[in-house]
């Protein structure tokens, strides 16, 4: 079983960066594509930045152009750069890995890690 391990939130004010990092413990074959969620207290876990085999990133409109996704797939190890954080930032952060299926361009969340906090203060 693929265990995901978070690192790297924290406190930062308003305008600050963080660099999120997303372990796993191993790899498969099968798990191509990853993404960051947010959850904040009373909403539903929300997708940030997605990653497909090819490399192709996506984002939400809320993050696109400060956020940036990435892995090293040397290194099992999925990222989040996160620039000039705002408030509305704040959440749990939750990285995901899993399959893509190419026929839906959709990636099967397979594996999800314990979150790690970040807190944005104005």
């Known amino acids: 079983q693929v265990q995901l391990t978070e690192s790297g939130g924290g406190s930062v004010q308003t305008g600050g960066s963080l660099r999120l990092s997303c372990v796993a413990n191993k790899s498969t074959p099968d798990i191509d594509c990853g993404a960051w969620f947010r959850q904040v207290p009373g909403k539903e876990r929300e997708v940030l930045a997605a990653i497909e085999p090819d490399g192709n990133t996506k984002y939400s409109n809320s993050v696109k152009g400060r956020f940036t996704i990435s892995e090293d797939d040397a290194k099992n190890t999925l990222f989040l750069q996160m620039n000039n954080l705002k408030p509305e930032d704040e959440g749990m952060y939750y990285c995901?890995?899993?399959?893509?299926?190419?026929?839906?361009?959709?990636?099967?969340?397979?594996?999800w890690g314990q979150g790690t906090q970040v807190t944005v203060s104005s």
């Open positions: 995901t890995t899993g399959n893509y299926l190419r026929r839906l361009s959709t990636c099967q969340y397979k594996n």
